[in-house]
T-cell receptor, first 119, second 113 residues
Framework: AQKVTQAQTEISVVEKEDVTLDCVYETRDTTYYLFWYKQPPSGELVFLIRRNSFDEQNEISGRYSWNFQKSTSSFNFTITASQVVDSAVYFCALSGIRSGGTSYGKLTFGQGTILTVHP | NAGVTQTPKFQVLKTGQSMTLQCAQDMNHEYMSWYRQDPGMGLRLIHYSVGAGITDQGEVPNGYNVSRSTTEDFPLRLLSAAPSQTSVYFC????????????FGPGTRLTVL
């Protein structure tokens, strides 16, 4: 069974602060994908990043960065110099990969972290 | 491309009524799935399909039926609605193979009285 835990239910910061959202996962699959999605107040789900389990390089995209550590089963997300528009619910998710490399086509989500950025 | 579309956007049902939530995608994706979102619980998988004619249960399948007669459509049927099914429902699709970013529809907000 797979499990994704986002222990931070809610985070509140003031604009321009850096904020890190934690994600810890459990899986028996030897290879898998990890994802982050953003859900703004409008309700849609916005894809942010996908990471393969065999690629532990950290990634930076503008103000966003991701720290993947297989040894601790964590895939944390940092927003640098937060802005009010970053206020949203953020979800971490996991998808296993079958032997042969194809995906299962389904995701296991964490509970989500509500981020509020105050002006 | 319209992407993933869902209808209706909002629905109110009485306990015991049945209905179908519609989901369609125009990206020729093999995989489609249904999730429900409840406060504090993230999104949970209800049913999914890896191709036309093939469906399987997810984490919370009870009270829901699906079928996949075409690649494009994946309707979700509530057989006899219960207040516990009050939720926001999301449909998603993705290509098969190793590239599996899921594209989500806008969601259907369902209230069962």
């Amino acid at each position: 069974a797979q499990k994704v835990t986002q222990a931070q239910t809610e985070i509140s910061v003031v604009e321009k602060e850096d904020v890190t959202l934690d994600c810890v996962y459990e899986t028996r699959d030897t290879t898998y994908y990890l994802f982050w999605y953003k859900q703004p107040p409008s309700g849609e789900l916005v894809f942010l990043i996908r990471r393969n389990s065999f690629d532990e390089q950290n990634e930076i995209s503008g103000r966003y960065s991701w720290n993947f550590q297989k040894s601790t089963s964590s895939f944390n997300f940092t927003i640098t110099a937060s802005q009010v528009v970053d206020s949203a619910v953020y979800f971490c998710a996991l998808s296993g990969i079958r032997s042969g490399g194809t995906s299962y086509g389904k995701l296991t989500f964490g509970q989500g972290t509500i981020l509020t950025v105050h002006p | 491309n319209a992407g993933v579309t869902q209808t209706p956007k909002f629905q109110v049902l009485k306990t015991g009524q049945s209905m179908t939530l519609q989901c369609a995608q125009d990206m020729n994706h093999e995989y489609m799935s249904w999730y429900r979102q409840d406060p504090g619980m993230g999104l949970r998988l209800i049913h999914y399909s890896v191709g036309a004619g093939i469906t399987d249960q997810g984490e919370v399948p009870n009270g829901y039926n699906v079928s996949r007669s075409t690649t494009e459509d994946f309707p979700l049927r509530l057989l006899s609605a219960a207040p516990s099914q009050t939720s926001v429902y999301f449909c998603a699709s993705s290509r098969g193979g190793t590239y599996n970013e899921q594209f989500f529809g806008p969601g259907t907000r369902l209230t069962v009285l």
